[in-house]
């Protein structure tokens, strides 16, 4: 049994994307097995008021009182807002930066980091995982732990992890990559990664990309680690390539306790749909019907890794379609976060008004700051989409963060999620996947790809079979973009035409797969990997 088991990210009590729903979805089951010896540790951005932190009194408050740490470096103790209710630590860094050259030499020294190109968010990745360090230096010093893993997240974190493995050996570290640096930023330049998989070397990628030292630092972290992780087999083939270690894969899953059941999930659907009407009905000046398709993709705005331009021209492809051939008009919104000023006010009076007023550039919910460079604003206008009454298909963008209180939908994403009939996210690099896994525990079946983890599991051990799994993957290479296109064309056109039986048993397959992909089945392989990185630390000379 373990002593401590701390676990460092930068999306700790701070929500930023796909790393921070892994996290906070299996604290509850990490929670039931350790207690309170379980620490997340994430980054104190100095917000008075973290919706997601509760500084409620801790036996954290006694170390704290006594904690030798570097002058000017401060923290706040107490509890993640979410469930299971884990002890958090936030670290305020900034007082960290004078230590940065004494810091990045000796890293360099040791295990041959290459700090010095580093650019952007680099330095203060590497001093907030310094500042995670120290705290659990002291932290096990302070309770004399003697089995401690200390799991950090990504390559942001890899500069604690070093620490940790220079100044207490007998601490047993485990490192996860959710995605390799230079494989995203491979995909991220139009390069094709999965072709030429076998002919990639990191290191000349990482020098041809300007991305030395991210590489740099994930590369030795993944090295210097008891034990390595990954989220899925196609990741894993990833890191062995191009991090040039083999990691074990330990599957992201999913909390079952943040979906609505029986009635409560009927009348969450319920308000979901008719918010989504309501929005979509006020801004493109039509009452649109209550059986209207409604079909959502989210995530973060990386047009190909997403596959966010995929689904642009599946919609676009769609609303160009003979008539008749859709049996259901189709409203498809895009959940993606952007350079957001604020709410619009005339969609804010319009709603209100609870009329199809129609509005001047009906195809946006906020206004951005960056029109002219918004990556999906400007896709959508090149397509030439104007929602239009009439329109069989019509297109949304929302470029808020779902907290409940962006102004026009006024619902978090979990309970807005609910009221889809579809969503589909097609993506060419997608390590694990959790908007599809998180769609299918909310019933929505979803259309994915085999390049996503998530994809892959579902095809390896149920099958693909989106009548019995609420799931459709659609293969995709490189070089079939056109392909991918024509199979996700033909399957929502086959979905509008699904009887209200038919939709309901899919909603019900969907469910079913997402209780496979639970933390409750997946958390063994992580306690095997605390306890190999245990051994390998024990047996540490």
């Known amino acids: ?70 002058t000017g470096m401060t923290v706040k103790t107490g509890r993640w807002n979410i469930p299971g209710n884990p002890l958090a630590v936030l670290v305020n860094y900034n007082s960290l930066y004078v230590y940065k050259n004494e810091l990045f030499a000796e890293m360099w020294r040791r295990y041959g980091v290459d700090s010095l190109h580093a650019y952007g968010d680099y330095d203060e990745s590497c001093i907030f995982a310094y500042g995670a ?108 390539q191009l991090l040039e270690r083999r990691p074990e894969v330990t599957p992201n899953a999913f909390e079952q306790n943040y979906v609505p059941k029986g009635a409560k999930y009927t009348a969450a659907r319920n308000a979901a749909r008719k918010r989504l009407l309501r929005v979509a009905s006020a801004l493109c000046g039509e009452e649109l019907a209550d059986d209207t398709m409604l079909i959502a993709t989210s995530g973060r705005c990386e047009m190909r890794n997403k596959g ?16 008749k051939a859709l049996s259901r008009k189709i409203v498809a919104f895009v959940l993606v976060p952007g350079w957001t000023q604020e709410a619009r006010h005339d969609l804010k009076a319009a709603i209100a008004m609870e009329k199809a007023v129609g509005l001047f550039n009906p195809i946006i919910t906020h206004i951005i700051h960056n029109e002219d460079s918004d990556a999906i604003y400007g896709k959508m206008n090149y397509l030439g989409f ?27 994403y979990y309970d807005l999620l609910t009221g889809f009939d579809l969503s589909i996210f097609p993506s060419y690099y997608e390590p694990w996947g959790y908007t599809p896994l998180e769609s299918v525990a909310m019933g929505v079946p979803t259309i994915t790809t085999n390049l996503a983890g998530f994809g892959q599991w579902v095809e390896k051990e149920i099958g693909n079979n989106e009548l019995k799994t609420g799931v459709k993957v659609v293969h995709r290479t490189d070089s079939n973009y056109d392909e991918t296109l024509d199979e996700i064309v033909e399957s929502v056109v086959k979905f509008t035409a699904m009887t209200a039986k038919e939709h309901d048993k899919l909603r019900r397959a969907a469910k079913a797969t997402s209780k496979q992909a639970s933390w409750e089945n997946f958390m063994p392989r992580y306690f095997e990997a605390y306890a190999l990185a245990l051994n390998s630390a024990n047996n540490r000379k």
């Open 1 to 70: 049994m373990l002593d401590l088991l701390f676990e460092t990210s930068w999306e700790v009590c701070n929500k930023v994307g796909g790393i921070y729903a892994v996290l906070s979805t299996k604290a509850k089951t990490l929670q039931k097995q350790y207690g309170d010896k379980l620490i997340f540790i994430g980054p104190d951005l100095g917000n008075d008021e973290n919706p997601f932190f509760d500084s409620t009194e801790t036996e954290l408050d006694k170390w704290k009182v006594q904690a030798t740490l570097p």
């Open 133 to 240: 360090a120290l705290v659990i230096e002291s932290i096990v010093s302070y309770k004399k732990a003697e089995r401690v893993v200390a799991h950090f997240d990504e390559w942001t974190t890899g500069m604690g992890l070093l620490y940790v493995k220079s100044r207490l050996p007998k601490v047993a570290t485990v490192f996860t990559t959710h995605a390799t640096s230079i494989g995203r930023s491979i995909c991220g330049n139009g390069k094709p990664l999965y072709d030429y998989m076998a002919g990639y070397n990191g290191d000349q990628m990482a020098q041809e990309l300007n991305m030395e030292s991210k590489h740099s630092l994930e590369k030795c972290a993944a090295h210097e680690a008891d034990i390595f992780t990954t989220v899925s087999d196609v990741t894993a083939r990833e890191c062995e």
């Open 308 to 323: 966010i331009d995929l689904y642009l021209d599946t919609m676009n492809v769609l609303r160009n379609l003979p008539d």
């Open 386 to 412: 104007r929602n239009l009454p009439g329109d069989e298909v019509k297109v949304i963008y929302v470029p808020s963060y779902l907290n409940g209180d962006d102004g026009i939908m006024n619902m978090t």
